[in-house]
C-alpha cells in the first residue's frame, strides 16, 4: 500500500477512537474543494498511488484543475481497490489465471506470482435456471439442476478459491452478486496495511454500479480488464465529464422506486451521458432511502453512464449499520468522508459538465418496453400503447419480428463511447419522453387459442402475459417495492383474486434477507396463494434463465404464431434474451409484476377494468389492493432488523452441504481434463515468447458480418440455450452431451470451444451479407460465397490463412460486459471491426485481445461509401504503433469482384498509450504476463 512519490505531501493520519490510520489527504492539491464526489474519490486514487512513472504529479494536478467544461483529453491511471465478479463472467477470468500461471511457469517465471494482488470475490448467481415454479419443492428442484449442469463449473470454482490468494467465492443459492456486494462485500472506507481510502470496485457485470449508491465509485468493465485489475494493472481512462443531476421533492404516495428509476433512465438516455459520471446531489437527496439509491445506480448502463453515484451521508451510515458492518467501519466511513470532503453537503456548490434536475414529486407510475429500459410508458397509458406496438409484431393474426426497427435489434445499453462525446452527439434520438400511441390505429389482432390443461380449458392470444417473474438485483434489493409487492398479493389472496393459469410465475429474491423479512410480515401464505413461490436466489429471468414455459402453453404460442409477453422486475429487456417463445418484454416494479399476473394480460387498463371480484362478487380495481405507503412503511420497520444480515452473512463463503461436498482438485496449477465440456485450458499464450512480435499491417482480408446498429453483446456472444443444429451444439452432441445437458452457453464460458462456435449465433443476428437470414450464418467467399455457419466460415478463411474483419453501425457491442464477445471475435480469426460508433467496454475488450477497433470516418456508414461485404480488404498504417506512436487514422481500401476499389480513413480507436501497449503485445493478457514474468 506505499508509493513511491508523494509529490503534494498528501500523506497524513486520521484517528477515529483508539484507531489510527494512514491517509492521503485531497486539501493538499489545489481545486480539490469543488470538486465533484466522484472525482474526489480519484484525485485521492491518484495521490495514493503516485509513483512518478504510471501516476504523476501532472496527472494529479490536472485532475485538481478539471475544466468541467472541456471534452475528456487527459489520460490517468485508476488502481481499483477490489474486483468483483459473477459466474457467467468470472469463471472465464479464473480459467485465464489458471492458464497464466502455467504460461508464467513456461516464460521462465514464478507461477505462484499470479495471483490476484487486490481482493477479487466472485459471487455465483448467474446459473441457476426457473424450471420448476408455483410449487413449495420449486427451490429445491432448481438448486440440484443448478448442480446437475455445473458441477464441473463449480468444482473448478471451488478449486480456485484455495488455490489463490485473496479470492473468495461466494457458493450457488446465496444471492445475487449485486445485492451481496451492497449488503456485505462493500465497504465504503478501506482498510488495508493500515492505510484507509475509499472503496472502488470494478466488475465483471454491467451493473457493478449498484454499488454508486452506497458511495462505491466503480463500474462494470470486460472480464479482460477485470483480469488486469486484479493482478495490479491500473485502468487507463480519461477525466470523464460529470453530469451533476439535482435532486428535489419526494417520492408521492403510489410510486414506486422503480417508476422514479424508469423516469431518470428515460432523461439521462434522452440528454446522452455515454462516457460520462453522473453525480446526484441537492437537498432531495437526503430523502432517498439507500435502497433507492442502488436503484437507480443498478440502472446505470441503461441510460449509458460510466457511474451514477450518491455521496456518502448519514443514509449512508445508517444502511451499513442495518446490514451488519461494525461499529467501527461505520466510524471509520464517517470519519473518512468528513475528513476528504466527501461528505455530502447541499450548501457546497460543486463543479459540473452538465446539470439536469428531477422533482420527484412530479414522478408517474411507468413501465418500460416493449424491448428498450428507455421506452418508458405510463401506466395510465400502457394499454394504448401495447396495442400500439403491437402492429410491429403480428401482421394478419401471426407473430412476426419487430420490423418497423429492424436495426435497433435489442436495444443499446450503453449506447456509443464515440470520439466526441458531448451531449447533443451521443443523445438517442430514438427515445422519446414516452412512447407515444400510434393513432388511427386498427382493431387489435387477436387469435384466440384453446389450452387444455387437467380436464379443463383456457384461451391464450396476442399480449397474454406468459412470464410474470419477480426478478433481478435492480428492484429484488428494495424492501419497499419488494414489501409493496408482498402486501398487495396479501390484499389480492384476502379478496379471492388468482393469477391467470397461462402466467409463469416466480419469485428470486437477491438475498436469502428478502426471504427472511417475507417470513417475518408473513407475506409467504399469499405470495404462494398466487403461485410466487421461491425458485432460487440468482439471476434469472433478467439474464435469460427464466426457463421454458409449460409445454400446453409453448406448444400453443408456437403452432399458432402468438405474440405473448414477459412482465419482470429486472433491468433488461430485450428482443429474444428472457425467453424464446416470447416476443414482448416489459419491465415493471415488483407489485406491478403481480398486477399484471392478475390481468394476465398487457391489453388490459388499470384504472378502468377489474382485476377480477372477490367472494362477494364485486369488481375488484388495482387501486383496491395496492398497498399504501403507511403500509409499506410499517412493514419495513417491523419485518426488517440487524440481525437478519448478521444471520445471513455470517458464513456467507462457507455453503451448504452440496457446495462443501464438492470434490476439488488441489495445487497450485490446475489439473485440466481433457474429457471437459465445461472447463478448458484457452490458446491464448501458445507460442508466446517474451519478444514482442511486431504488429503488422492487414491485407487480403474478407468480412465475416456486415451488421447494422446496435449490436449488442447478446448478439456477438449470447449468453442462452445453445440449439442442437449449432456449432456449439454438433461439438457437445460430438463429446457425448445429451441435448437436456447442453445448458447455456453463459454456463460454458469456461470453454473456449464451446464458446469460439457461439460467437455471432444469436438467434436474432442480421448479418447483411445474406438476405432474409438470421442466426449466425455468413457468405462463405472460400466456397464461391455460400451460405455458412460464421464458425465454420472462419475455420475455412482460417486454413486459407484469411484475415477477418467485420463491419458494424452504431453502437457496436452495447450491452453487458461480456468479455467472451471480444475473446470469440478473436479465436475467429477477426483482426479488425469498423463501426460508426463502440460501447465503451466492448471497444476495450477488442483491444485487450489484440483486435484493432475503428471507426467509419465521421458521418460515414459501410453503405455510403458503397461496401456491400464481399470486398476485400486492405488496411495500411497500423505498424506505426511499433514505432511508439498511435495513428490517429488508417488508410483502408477495399476492392471489389471487378476491380473497383473503395477508399477512406478510419479513426483508430485507440484512445490511450496504455491500449497501444496492450496492442502491441497483442493482448492485455500478454502484456500483463511479461510484465509478471519480468518482475519475478
Not at 439509491?293 to 440502472?299: L, S
Not at 467467399?781 to 455458412?788: A, D, L, P, R, S
Amino acid at each position: 500500500m506505499s508509493q513511491s512519490t508523494d509529490s503534494f505531501g498528501a500523506k497524513g493520519t486520521l484517528e477515529v477512537g483508539s484507531n489510527s490510520y494512514e491517509i492521503y489527504r485531497i486539501n493538499t492539491v489545489e481545486g480539490h474543494e469543488t470538486l465533484p464526489y466522484s472525482l474526489k474519490v480519484l484525485l485521492e486514487n491518484l495521490l495514493r498511488t503516485e509513483d512518478g512513472a504510471n501516476v504523476t504529479k501532472e496527472q494529479i494536478s490536472a485532475l485538481g484543475g478539471w475544466n468541467e467544461k472541456a471534452d475528456p483529453d487527459t489520460e490517468i491511471q485508476f488502481t481499483p481497490a477490489r474486483v468483483i465478479m459473477q459466474d457467467f463472467t468470472g469463471v472465464p477470468c479464473v480459467v485465464d489465471l489458471a492458464t497464466m500461471r502455467e504460461a508464467a511457469g513456461e516464460l521462465g517465471g514464478d507461477t505462484n506470482k499470479v495471483n490476484p494482488l487486490s481482493p477479487a470475490e466472485l459471487v455465483i448467481d448467474h446459473s441457476v435456471q426457473i424450471d420448476a415454479f408455483g410449487t413449495n419443492d420449486a427451490f429445491e428442484k432448481n438448486v440440484e439442476l443448478e448442480y446437475e449442469r455445473n458441477n464441473e463449473r463449480y468444482q473448478f470454482l471451488r478449486w480456485g478459491q484455495g488455490a489463490f490468494d485473496d479470492f473468495k467465492v461466494v457458493p450457488p443459492g446465496t444471492g445475487i452478486v449485486h445485492q451481496v456486494n451492497i449488503e456485505h462485500l462493500a465497504r465504503v472506507v478501506m482498510e488495508r496495511e493500515g492505510v484507509a481510502y475509499p472503496d472502488t470496485c470494478i466488475g465483471t457485470d454491467s451493473h457493478t454500479t449498484m454499488e454508486n449508491g452506497l458511495g462505491v465509485l466503480g463500474w462494470g468493465v470486460g472480464g479482460i480488464e477485470a483480469e488486469a485489475a486484479m493482478l495490479g494493472q491500473s485502468v487507463s481512462m480519461l477525466i470523464p465529464r460529470v453530469v451533476g443531476f439535482k435532486i428535489t421533492g419526494e417520492i408521492p404516495s403510489g410510486v414506486t422506486a422503480t417508476d422514479v428509476v424508469l423516469t431518470i433512465t428515460q432523461m439521462l438516455r434522452e440528454h446522452g451521458v455515454v462516457g460520462k459520471f453522473v453525480e446526484f446531489h441537492g437537498e432531495g437527496v437526503a430523502s432517498i432511502p439507500l435502497a433507492n439509491r442502488a436503484t437507480i445506480g443498478n440502472m446505470s448502463p441503461e441510460f449509458g453512464s460510466t457511474c451514477a453515484i450518491f455521496p456518502i451521508d448519514s443514509v449512508t451510515l445508517d444502511y451499513l449499520r442495518l446490514t451488519g458492518r461494525s461499529d467501527e467501519q461505520v466510524a471509520l466511513a464517517e470519519a473518512y468522508a468528513k475528513e476528504q470532503g466527501m461528505w455530502l453537503d447541499p450548501s457546497v456548490e460543486l463543479r459540473f459538465s452538465e446539470e439536469l434536475e428531477l422533482d420527484l414529486s412530479t414522478v408517474v407510475p411507468s413501465i418500460a418496453g416493449p424491448k428498450r429500459p428507455q421506452d418508458r410508458i405510463l401506466l395510465s397509458e400502457a394499454k394504448q400503447q401495447f396495442v400500439a406496438d403491437l402492429d410491429n409484431y403480428v401482421v394478419n393474426g401471426n407473430s412476426i419480428e419487430d420490423s418497423s426497427v429492424d436495426e435497433e435489434l435489442e436495444g443499446t445499453f450503453p449506447a456509443s463511447d464515440s470520439v466526441n462525446t458531448s451531449a447533443d452527439q451521443v443523445s438517442d434520438p430514438r427515445s422519446a419522453p414516452t412512447n407515444s400511441p400510434i393513432s388511427g390505429k386498427s382493431e387489435r389482432p387477436s387469435k384466440p387459442t384453446t389450452v387444455n390443461r387437467d380436464g379443463g380449458s383456457f384461451e391464450i392470444d396476442h399480449g397474454d402475459v406468459a412470464i410474470a417473474s419477480i426478478t433481478s438485483c435492480t428492484n429484488t434489493s428494495n424492501p419497499s417495492v419488494m414489501l409493496a409487492a408482498g402486501l398487495l398479493a396479501k390484499n389480492a389472496a384476502d379478496k379471492g383474486l388468482k393469477v391467470k393459469p397461462w402466467v409463469k410465475t416466480s419469485m428470486a429474491p437477491g438475498s436469502k434477507v428478502v426471504t427472511e423479512y417475507y417470513e417475518k410480515a408473513g407475506l409467504w401464505p399469499a405470495l404462494k396463494a398466487l403461485g410466487y413461490h421461491l425458485v432460487g436466489y440468482g439471476c434469472t429471468t433478467c439474464i435469460g434463465n427464466s426457463g421454458p414455459l409449460p409445454d400446453d402453453i409453448s406448444a400453443a404460442v408456437n403452432e399458432n404464431d402468438l405474440a405473448v409477453v414477459s412482465v419482470l422486475s429486472g433491468n433488461r429487456n430485450f428482443e429474444g434474451r428472457i425467453n424464446p417463445d416470447v416476443k414482448m418484454n416489459y419491465l415493471a416494479s415488483p407489485p406491478l409484476v403481480i398486477a399484471y399476473a392478475l390481468a394476465g394480460t398487457m391489453d388490459f387498463d388499470f384504472e378502468n377494468e377489474a382485476l377480477g371480484q372477490d367472494k362477494d362478487g364485486n369488481d375488484v380495481f388495482l387501486k383496491d389492493i395496492w398497498p399504501s405507503a403507511q403500509d409499506v412503511d410499517s412493514t419495513i420497520a417491523s419485518s426488517i432488523n440487524r440481525d437478519m444480515f448478521l444471520e445471513q452473512y455470517k458464513d456467507v463463503f462457507a455453503g451448504d452441504e452440496r457446495w462443501q461436498g464438492l470434490e476439488t482438485p488441489s495445487g497450485s496449477t490446475f489439473e485440466w481434463d481433457d474429457e471437459s465440456t465445461y472447463v478448458r485450458k484457452p490458446p491464448y499464450f501458445e507460442g508466446m515468447k517474451m519478444e514482442l512480435t511486431p504488429v503488422t499491417d492487414i491485407k487480403g482480408a474478407r468480412v465475416l458480418a456486415k451488421l447494422g446498429d446496435s449490436v449488442t453483446t447478446d448478439h456477438i456472444s449470447p449468453a442462452g440455450n445453445i440449439k442442437a443444429d449449432s456449432p456449439a451444439g454438433k461439438y457437445l452432441a460430438e463429446r457425448g452431451v445429451d441435448r437436456k445437458d447442453f445448458n447455456s452457453y453463459g454456463s460454458r464460458r469456461g470453454n473456449h470451444e464451446v464458446m469460439v462456435r457461439g460467437t455471432f449465433a444469436n438467434i436474432r443476428l442480421k448479418n447483411q451479407l445474406l438476405d432474409g437470414v438470421e442466426g449466425g450464418f455468413t457468405r462463405d467467399f472460400t466456397n464461391n460465397g455460400e451460405q455458412n455457419t460464421i464458425y465454420d466460415a472462419a475455420m475455412n478463411y482460417a486454413e486459407a490463412g484469411t484475415p477477418l474483419v467485420v463491419l458494424a453501425g452504431k453502437e457496436y457491442g452495447s450491452g453487458s460486459s461480456r468479455d467472451w464477445a471480444a475473446k470469440g471475435t478473436r479465436l475467429l480469426g477477426v483482426k479488425a471491426v469498423i463501426a460508426e460508433s463502440f460501447e465503451r467496454i466492448h471497444r476495450s475488450n477488442l483491444i485487450g485481445m489484440g483486435i484493432l477497433p475503428m471507426q467509419f470516418p465521421a458521418g460515414k456508414t459501410a453503405d455510403d461509401l458503397g461496401l456491400d461485404g464481399t470486398e476485400t480488404f486492405e488496411i495500411t498504417g497500423i505498424e506505426a504503433l511499433n514505432e511508439g506512436t498511435t495513428p490517429k487514422t488508417v488508410k483502408v481500401v477495399a476492392t471489389k469482384d471487378g476491380g473497383e476499389t473503395v477508399e477512406f480513413d478510419a479513426v483508430v480507436r485507440i484512445d490511450t498509450p496504455g491500449e497501444a501497449d496492450y496492442y502491441r503485445n497483442d493482448g492485455i493478457l500478454q502484456y500483463v504476463l511479461r510484465n509478471i514474468v519480468k518482475s519475478a
